[in-house]
């Protein structure tokens, strides 16, 4: 079975612009979250979808926004964006809601903003 | 409201010893453990997960972790340490995902580096 996909794995991005990050989770996946990863704030968490709804939002300003397809796959776009955007972002997948089932994480996608 | 402390940001082993990986956790309800490693350049893998049935929870490549509820801890362990070890460590509590306030959050990570 396929692990999570993230696309694309290496971005980078000026200030001011806009970023759109794909996630495809594991087949038969319908949970989908989103964190962002850097060296001073270690792992923080975006967002959550299940079912194309978003579940849960962490404290990320509107700027960050996501959504989820009916095939689970998930965007998550970032606009006009900051140096300080630079970052890991990482996509995991899971079956469904329950504590119980594991999240499995993309490779991430490394966006640079310049 | 929930935290992770992880003690130590780099902790330096020989091949062969003791891994050991210290987390301290906060929560305002019961709590869910979690360890993941992250090799260089790639995701998060999960090591172990306390999900409220055994305290002593076994996971892959032979770690293992105790969850000790009096001392708010989650602590991670190998016996013997593989040069395949040498990655970053995070230790991680969630409450119920069913809940509106789930997230995971993860503590700042420790660097695990195994020397020959």
């Known amino acids: 079975k396929a692990g999570v996909t993230q696309t694309p794995r290496y971005l980078i991005k000026t200030r001011g612009q806009q970023v759109t990050l794909s996630c495809s989770p594991i087949s038969g996946h319908r949970s989908v979250s989103w964190y962002q990863q850097t060296p001073g704030q270690g792992l923080q968490f975006l967002f959550e979808y299940f079912s194309e709804t978003q579940r849960n939002k962490g404290n990320f300003p509107g700027r960050f926004s996501g959504r989820q397809f009916s095939n689970s796959r998930s965007e998550m776009n970032v606009s006009t964006l900051e140096l300080g955007d630079s970052a890991l972002y990482l996509c995991a997948s899971s079956a469904g809601l329950a504590v119980t089932d594991t999240q499995y994480f993309g490779p991430g996608t490394r966006l640079t903003v310049l | 409201a929930q935290s992770v402390t992880q003690l130590g940001s780099h902790v330096s082993v020989s091949e062969g010893a003791l891994v050991l990986l210290r987390c301290n956790y906060s929560?305002?309800?019961?709590?869910?453990l979690f360890w993941y490693v992250q090799y260089p350049n790639q995701g998060l893998q999960l090591l172990l997960k306390?999900?409220?049935?055994?305290?002593l929870v076994k996971g892959i490549n032979g770690f293992e972790a105790e969850f000790k509820k009096s001392e708010t801890s989650f602590h991670l362990t190998k016996p013997s340490a593989h040069m395949s070890d040498a990655a970053e460590y995070f230790c991680a509590v969630s409450g119920n995902r069913g809940g509106s306030n789930y997230k995971l959050t993860f503590g700042k990570g420790t660097l695990l580096t195994v020397n020959p």
């Open positions: 306390y999900t409220s049935a055994a305290t």
């Open positions: 929560s305002s309800v019961p709590p869910y």
